[in-house]
């Protein structure tokens, strides 16, 4: 049986179509895989503050929550630190300027200082603290 040209070009256009969505679908099978076997870790932070003196305490990468609040509760110096922010698998920055501090999550470390800062609103305002999970 003889093919025309367009039957030939429709051919292996169909042919190469098939052969790229079978390597895509290999490739999809792989990256689930992977995933699968390595799922991403569940870190918590936290971050504790006491503004007259502007102790603060920090946490990051912990399994739990409360282990995260433990932890930057032990770091606060001042026995009236309290936890402000707690996050997960994120950042947290915490800015004081002269009214109340602001305490907020972000993607990135600076991120999450830039939204602190634009919370706090007032030129005399500073990052006294910042943790980010990993």
């Known amino acids: 049986m003889r093919m025309g040209l367009a039957g030939l070009i429709s051919g292996l256009v169909s042919r190469r179509t098939a052969s790229l969505l079978a390597a895509a679908a290999v490739v999809a099978f792989a990256a689930s895989a992977h995933a699968a076997k390595h799922p991403k870790k569940s870190a918590h932070g936290a971050i504790a503050y006491e503004p007259t003196s502007r102790a ?45 501090p602001f305490a907020v999550t972000g993607a990135t470390r600076a991120e999450a200082q830039t939204k602190a800062l634009r919370l706090c609103g007032h030129k005399a305002c500073e990052i006294v603290a910042w943790a980010c999970t990993k």
Do not use: I
């Not at 912990?62 to 996050?87: H, I, M, N, T, Y």
């Open 56 to 100: 603060t305490g920090y946490s990051y990468d912990f399994k739990s929550a409360r282990e995260a609040k433990v932890e930057a509760l032990k770091q606060c110096r001042d026995p009236a630190c309290e936890v402000v922010l707690s996050f997960h698998n994120a950042c947290g920055a915490v800015a004081q300027g002269p009214g109340k």
